[in-house]
């Protein structure tokens, strides 16, 4: 069973995580427009992550006898100058996600929740993941970013991606 204090912090996080599926979709969206497919279908992949990262929230709020409650999806942006600066967004965004998984962790730690503690683990080592797969897309893009051909490049690179949902040994 967890603590009021820590149900209500979990649900903000679901809700954090709802809110980066949508913010990587409106990335998608604006890709989609800027006839750069394979940029969109990175956003696309991450926004699929991001509500898998929800519904782990979701299924843990539940498991532990607590209540979901879903709140307000904040709009995201939907314009943005350029490839490079949609980049920049997502590394910013997934160093703030990860400053709210550790701000989660502390509390875990600080309410002795072990359970909690224990749950949170697999978010830690995936925003490593995260912002380490948003540092080599900003890499690339401003590499890029210096000729169309080389933009095109990544785009046709990015399009691969795929989507692979975690197995129940992974979190």
């Known amino acids: 069973m967890i603590s009021e204090r820590m149900e209500e912090a979990l649900n903000r996080q679901l809700n954090a995580e709802l809110y980066s599926a949508y913010l990587y979709l409106s990335m998608a969206a604006y890709y989609e427009a800027s006839d750069l497919p394979g940029f969109a279908n990175w956003m696309r992949v991450q926004a699929q992550e991001e509500l898998t990262h929800a519904m782990k929230f979701f299924d843990y709020i539940v498991q532990s006898d607590g209540r979901v409650i879903l709140e307000t999806i904040e709009k995201p942006p939907e314009e943005w100058e350029s490839p490079l600066?949609?980049?920049?967004?997502v590394l910013e965004h997934e160093r703030k996600v990860t400053g709210?998984?550790?701000?989660?962790?502390?509390l875990a730690l600080e309410e002795k929740d072990h359970a909690t503690y224990n749950f949170l683990q697999w978010f830690v080592a995936e925003q490593v993941e995260e912002e380490n797969s948003a540092k080599e897309l900003l890499?690339?893009?401003?590499?890029?970013?210096?000729?169309?051909?080389?933009?095109?490049?990544?785009?046709?690179e990015l399009a691969g991606r795929v989507f692979n949902p975690p197995t129940d040994k992974e979190g």
């Open 85 to 89: 600066d949609v980049s920049k967004h």
């Open 100 to 106: 709210l998984i550790n701000d989660l962790v502390d």
């Open 139 to 156: 890499r690339k893009v401003k590499l890029a970013s210096e000729s169309p051909a080389g933009l095109l490049m990544v785009d046709n």
